[in-house]
């Protein structure tokens, strides 16, 4: 209603003013028209403005559709603005056509002429001061000699310069002392009036400042600074005729009261005009509020377009669009949208059902691989590991950071060659034992499985399984061993005692009856008997490791028996240094005194052997074993360190298996046997290179008798 309202006002009044209608436009009658139209503007501004407020409220807050109407708006805005164009400029040429017959053009002309004249003799006047000015200064600037020589002639040429140019004074004086230097005056009534400060600051900048005569004063002044002078400046007066002065001053009253009954006129015209804009704006605010009204009822289908495309991007994809009535294309992209979101949803749950089962198979295959105790490692067409399971990491002692992303071959160059004889067959399965140097130094053997998946593709990936069977070689080894020496033990002790005998009982019955070679006789006889006893203690060996008692477990002291174990050792071994270090505490659990006994007794012979090997050849060094019981982190220990010739770095795992030894001399079961009885306990052997140069270091580690099993007096043993 606001929006009709004011643009019929807006068309009544453009009615009356181009006088089209019955009533007069008078002063009143615009007035009323004025009133009226600015009223409906403020109305109009009010609502329009409300609407647009909000409007950029929305568009701050980024609800859809904001931008778009107000792109709307301003294109209705611009197509309103040339109608208001139109107007003002019709406004224009018809005011100026009705009020040209209040005011004449030739009027005008003879009253701006006769302005003009006056203001031009005094702009002659001041025009003529200025150069004349100019020229004096130009010649006495050249005259500072004269200035400061001979001042009575330099007065006279200024007076000279003075007379020449019908000036009414002529002066130069120094502002700075406040002094008049020279006075060339045309008579004794002219006196020195002083510029103003605001003229002295121009001057001083190299102008030529000129002073207009001042209300009710003919004189023209003017002021310049001397060249070549110290601080001199050169002022001139000029005296105007007081009749011109007077006839300007009436012409220019003239022209005032003219230019007031001509403010009237722009008074008519500033009405007509304010009529004309307020008309302007009503409709302008009238185009704006229609592209308002027309935006919303457009951007309306696309903001809901809008809206469900935004749910639909976060999410939910059951957002649907209200069909409501609107153009037939938006109607359209609406039920297209809806049929498109329907589809979305539809393939959206078959792919989250299909991904819950991916999952699903995902989560059990890698609860199985973490399950299992083999190493499972993935790898794909470009022989990178792409997956690797808990063990596989454990077993090869690396990070699964460090093995991702990674090729086998620089992972674990060891499995390489195995993995180019999977790939160079048909059937891409290899399979093999490999030798992984472990992080103690020792190798570790793995059982390899490589196989392929069932492809046509060209390229297709691998899976690398392997498991731990060191010790299952190892106990395997043992176990034949043990068969073996158990066999010799039975074939060959049983002749030993009769060859024994039967060399005893030549050498007591014939050792005096034989006369030639009875050295050589009694040399034979006593190398039977020694090498006899030799076998003998060496079947005794293989009895021992053959048939190994089992452990019987009874509560000890550890410290009791390191010391005991080493007491002979001590006796019989006076060029070799045995310290023992034990705790003040006693460690009490539960082990076999005699078995351990028998493992301490065998490294402490093993260390005394590795010393004598050492020194035969450097007689200066003095053999050091030092023997240590304890305990670290709540497992009790036995450590025996010396300073022999060491234990070799290859294949130092298996110095523990039956007949493996360094030394020329030995079976090679005193490690094995220690081995074993460590098993009995549950415990471990673990070799290691002393902390010196040179040497051994063997540890016994009790970890089945943990701090839980030890009397509460071993829980306050220094660590160590």
């Known amino acids: 209603v606001l929006v009709i309202c004011g643009i019929l ?19 009143d009658v615009v007035r009323w028209l004025l009133r009226v139209n600015l009223v409906m503007f403020v109305l109009m501004f009010l609502l329009v403005a409300y609407q647009l407020i909000m409007l950029l409220l929305n568009f701050r807050r980024g609800i859809s559709g904001a931008g778009l109407h107000l792109r709307m708006i301003a294109l209705f805005s611009c197509v309103a603005v040339v109608p208001a164009v139109l107007v003002a400029v019709f406004a224009t040429v018809t005011l100026n056509r009705g009020l040209d017959n209040w005011f004449s053009q030739s009027t005008q002309s003879i009253v701006n002429t006769a302005s003009a004249v006056a203001e031009a003799y005094l702009e002659n006047a001041n025009q003529a001061t200025k150069s004349d000015l100019a020229n004096i200064a130009a010649d006495l600037s050249q005259q500072s000699l004269l200035f400061r020589e001979n001042r009575p002639i330099f007065v006279r040429r200024v007076a000279r310069h003075a007379a020449i140019r019908n000036l009414a004074a002529a002066f130069v004086f120094n502002p700075t002392t406040k002094r008049v230097e020279v006075s060339a005056t045309a008579n004794d009534r002219i006196t020195f009036i002083t510029p103003p400060p605001e003229v002295m600051a ?13 209300r009710g004063s003919n004189l023209i002044r003017a002021v310049m600074k001397l060249q070549d002078f110290p601080n001199e400046y050169l002022y001139v007066y000029r005296l105007v005729s007081p009749t011109v002065l007077q006839q300007l001053q009436a012409t220019r009253e003239a022209k005032a009261s003219y230019d007031k009954l001509l403010s009237q006129r722009l008074g008519i015209q500033a009405t007509y005009g304010a009529v004309f804009a307020s008309l302007a704006l009503v409709f302008l605010l009238a185009a704006i509020w229609l592209g308002l009204r027309f935006s919303n009822r457009l951007v309306e289908p696309i903001v809901r377009l809008l809206n469900a495309a935004r749910q639909v991007a976060q999410g939910n994809l059951g957002a649907k669009v209200a069909t409501a009535e609107g153009p037939g294309d938006l109607m359209t992209l609406s039920n297209t949208f809806n049929m498109m979101t329907d589809q979305i949803k539809l393939h959206r749950d078959e792919l989250i059902k299909t991904n819950e089962q991916l999952d699903e198979r995902r989560r059990f295959t890698e609860a199985m691989l973490a399950g299992v105790s083999a190493g499972v490692i993935g790898i794909d067409p470009q ?37 180019q004889l999977a790939v160079s067959r048909p059937s891409g399965w290899a399979e093999g034992q490999v030798d992984v140097r472990g992080s103690s130094g020792g190798d570790v053997m793995f059982l390899v499985r490589i196989t392929t998946e069932i492809s046509d593709d060209a390229e297709h990936g691998y899976v690398v399984t392997f498991d731990d069977i060191t010790s299952l070689v190892s106990a395997q080894r043992t176990s034949a061993w043990a068969d073996v020496a158990r066999r010799i033990a039975h074939e060959i002790k049983n002749p030993l005692t009769p060859i024994q005998l039967s060399a005893e009982r030549l050498k007591r019955k014939y050792a005096k009856q034989i006369q030639n070679d009875r050295d050589v006789f009694e040399q034979c006889t006593e190398t039977i008997i ?22 019987a477990l009874e509560m000890n002291d550890l410290c009791d028996t ?28 539960d082990f076999d005194r005699r078995l351990v006994t028998q493992a301490i007794t065998n490294l402490v012979k093993n260390a005394r052997e590795s010393i004598e090997a050492r020194t035969g050849s450097q007689a200066k060094v003095r053999g050091r074993i030092a023997v240590k019981c304890g305990i670290d982190e709540a497992i009790p220990f036995v450590h025996v360190e010396d300073n022999g010739i060491g234990l070799p770095k290859e294949n130092r795992h298996r110095l523990a298996e039956p007949y493996i030894t360094t030394r020329e001399k030995g079976t090679g079961l005193g490690l094995a046997i220690v081995k074993r009885i460590m098993e009995e306990h549950g415990g471990s052997l673990v070799l290691a290179d002393a902390e010196s140069d040179h040497g051994a270091s063997v540890r016994l580690r009790f970890e089945q008798s943990r701090a839980e099993n030890l009397n509460k007096k071993v829980v306050e043993v220094q660590r160590g």
């Open 9 to 27: 006002t807006g068309f009544a009044t453009f009615l009356v003013l181009t006088g089209l209608s019955p009533v007069s436009p008078t002063e």
């Open 202 to 214: 121009q001057a001083e900048k190299g102008e030529l400042v000129l002073i207009p005569p001042s």
């Open 383 to 419: 022989h990178n590991i792409s997956i690797v399971n808990r063990s596989a990491a454990t077993l090869l002692n690396k990070k699964e950071s460090e093995l991702i992303g990674q090729p086998l071959a620089a992972a674990v160059p060891e499995f390489a060659k195995l993995l």
């Open 530 to 551: 020694r090498q006899v006893g030799d076998l003998g203690r060496i079947v005794d060996e293989f009895s021992s490791f053959a048939r190994m008692p089992k452990a």
């Open 562 to 589: 390191v010391r005991d174990a080493t007491v002979l050792q001590r006796v019989a071994s006076a060029d070799i240094d045995i310290e023992v270090a034990t705790p003040d505490q006693e460690i009490l659990f």
